[in-house]
Nanobody
Framework: QVQLMESGGGAVQPGGSLRLSCQTSGLPPRRACLAWFRQVPGKQREGVATINGYGGTSYADSARNRFTISQDNDQTTFVLQLSKLNPDDTAMYYC???????????????????????WGQGIQVTVSA
């Protein structure tokens, strides 16, 4: 049984940083595509960043050069480090995992949320002055 659980969200001022962590269980080690998505009310859930079983990463344009995704050796924990935050980053952030593929070509930040099977419950990030 696969489970994911986020931690680390909260409120921060513009320009600040936050660290989101996702604890996983039940995934085959290094055989999953791991992702962070975010969603604001009334909009579709959008991909932010992915990391594959080989450690390769992919970022949405909005996240590139500001956010960093990383994972531990067996993919039991993966982290999204948020920096240079602005109010447009305010959203519910979700971690997700998919075991259909874990290579570079498959595990891209452009993948749809419907491609991912396993989800955390979500954690709020609020950026305001």
């Amino acid at each position: 049984q696969v489970q994911l659980m986020e931690s680390g969200g909260g409120a921060v001022q513009p320009g600040g940083s936050l660290r989101l962590s996702c604890q996983t269980s039940g995934l085959p080690p290094r055989r999953a595509c791991l992702a962070w998505f975010r969603q604001v009310p009334g909009k579709q859930r959008e991909g932010v960043a992915t990391i594959n079983g080989y450690g390769g990463t992919s970022y949405a344009d909005s996240a590139r050069n500001r956010f960093t995704i990383s994972q531990d050796n067996d993919q039991t924990t993966f982290v999204l480090q948020l920096s240079k935050l602005n109010p447009d980053d305010t959203a519910m952030y979700y971690c997700a995992a998919d075991t259909s593929g874990y290579g570079t070509a498959y595990c891209q930040a452009t993948r749809r949320n419907t491609d991912f099977t396993y989800w955390g419950q979500g954690i709020q990030v609020t950026v305001s002055a």
